[in-house]
């Protein structure tokens, strides 16, 4: 631990945008992180957890799941996880998000193409996809071997006649898009430009092909739902594996 703290303050003072060997470089959720972004030549940036990736030596093994850093007491203490097996395992500071109310009771968050941009839906607790909440943006754990995560992205309201926006799944953050929050374990999302009478309302409407299609609820629920739509609260889910 104490060496953490060393290489935290180390890549605290050092605004250098490659991080000193063994230092700390910008990790998933820190959005407003303002250090180093890269590791020095022969050097990988290895991901901890959704908050912390550190330099260490050698080249990358390949974009696989992130592997935790087991070189002693210098990493903190967190999850070994690969988010590629059969069966979704969370991994630290990430949670699963699913609905509970009937007809799509524990059904998960994710992007209709696992793992990249594409539309938000619902599916299988196999499926599942792996989120957190930073800085107002909802994000993705879609591959930690990646360079950036995937941030949902709300369609704008067209007019005033429009009381459903869609989501899609983006490699940048929706600036100025509304703010995305955990009240509780329930997911809300705001907007000062569009007056909601609930914040946690959302609706699932299943698509030609059969996609379970996530959209923000501009109604109250449960009134004046859209035909061939459900009305749903969806909410995070810590467990270790997704449960059906
Ligand atoms: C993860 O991202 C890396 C780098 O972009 C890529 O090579 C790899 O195929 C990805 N893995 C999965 C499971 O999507
Ligand atoms: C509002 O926007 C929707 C979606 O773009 C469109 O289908 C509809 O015709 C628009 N209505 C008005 C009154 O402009």
Redesign the pocket.
């Given at each position: 631990m104490k060496v953490v703290v060393a290489l935290l303050a180390t890549a605290g003072i050092a605004f250098a945008q490659t991080a000193p060997q063994y230092g700390q470089v910008r990790a998933f959720l820190r959005l407003m992180w303002s250090g180093a972004t890269t590791c020095p030549s022969g050097w990988t940036c290895t991901v901890s957890n959704a908050y912390y990736s550190q330099c260490l030596p050698g080249a990358a093994t390949?974009?696989?799941?992130p592997t935790t850093t087991a070189t002693g007491g210098s990493s903190p203490t967190s999850t070994s996880a690969s988010?590629?097996g059969p069966t979704p395992t969370l991994v630290s500071g990430w949670s699963f998000i699913r609905a509970v109310e009937d007809p799509n009771f524990h059904k998960y968050l994710r992007s209709e193409v696992q793992?990249q941009p594409s539309t938000a839906v619902l599916g299988d607790p196999l499926t599942a996809g792996q989120f957190a909440v930073a800085s107002g943006q909802l994000v993705q754990y879609?591959?930690l071997?990646?360079?950036t995560p995937l941030y949902a992205n709300v369609q704008p309201r067209a007019n005033s006649t429009v009381m459903k926006l869609g989501l899609t799944w983006e490699t940048t953050p929706d600036e100025g898009g509304g703010t995305f929050v955990w009240s509780g374990d329930t997911l809300e999302w705001s907007i000062p430009t569009i007056s909601r009478p609930q914040t946690n309302a959302w609706l699932v409407c299943p698509d030609a092909a059969g996609n379970l299609v996530l959209f923000i609820n501009l109604g109250a629920y449960a009134y004046m739902t859209p035909t061939g739509c459900a009305d749903e609260t969806i909410h995070a889910y810590t467990g270790p594996y997704p449960t059906s």
């Open positions: 390949g974009g696989s799941s988010a590629t793992n879609a591959n071997s990646a360079s």
